[in-house]
């Protein structure tokens, strides 16, 4: 990463933590654009550069999570449930990568408390759903029906297991994120399983 970069990820990251420090203070809609951009050290111009809503600026983008998904190399005589499990995959890479570089902590606390955070996640969700189906109906690797159930099953399993770590530490509980996702993953597996054919 160059300098330049660098300094563009290391703004973001300051916007980022103003906006989850202020917000989980104060609440959401006690919580300003400026407040943040102030507290970030940056102008409020700089701030939309960087995140459209004070919302986004809570949020790590899932756009790191889809490029990562759709970017995936897939063979085409891979079946469902091959695909299925090789994005699954990437899921628990970037899963790996997120824990290091975003505050999830507080992020999945927010998550509890405003609903227009919660919101916010159902949306990049979908567009998360949207983009993949379509990649792999795009790439002639699954039927429209075929790429819908993959792409919300892998959307759902991240939601999921990003839940239930939620719930653990609103609980007191001391939860594994990564632990988490691997038992959505296996419980998810153990679910599904009857259905198939």
């Not at 890479?93 to 955070?117: C, G, M, T, W």
Request: proline share 3%; with cysteine; charged share 30%.
């Amino acid at each position: 990463m160059g300098v330049r970069a660098e300094r563009k990820a290391a703004t973001r990251r300051d916007i980022q933590a103003a906006a989850l420090d202020l917000i989980e203070a104060a609440g959401l809609e006690a919580t300003t654009v400026a407040q943040i951009a102030e507290r970030a050290g940056v102008s409020e111009r700089t701030f939309f550069r960087y995140y459209v809503s004070k919302e986004a600026a809570a949020l790590p983008g899932q756009d790191e999570l889809i490029e990562a998904l759709v970017g995936r190399d897939l063979a085409r005589n891979m079946s469902p449930a091959q695909i299925r499990d090789e994005l699954m995959d990437v899921c628990r890479a970037q899963f790996a990568h997120d824990l290091e570089n975003y505050e999830f902590l507080q992020i999945s606390r927010l998550v509890l408390r405003e609903p227009k955070i919660l919101q916010m996640v159902r949306r990049q969700e979908l567009q998360l759903v949207t983009e993949l189906s379509n990649s792999l109906m795009e790439r002639k690797l699954l039927d429209r029906m075929q790429s819908l159930l993959v792409a919300e099953v892998i959307a759902c399993t991240w939601r999921v297991a990003w839940q239930c770590f939620a719930h653990e530490q609103d609980g007191g509980a001391d939860a594994d994120p990564a632990e988490l996702y691997e038992r959505a993953v296996a419980d998810l597996s153990e679910i599904a399983s009857p259905l198939g054919r």
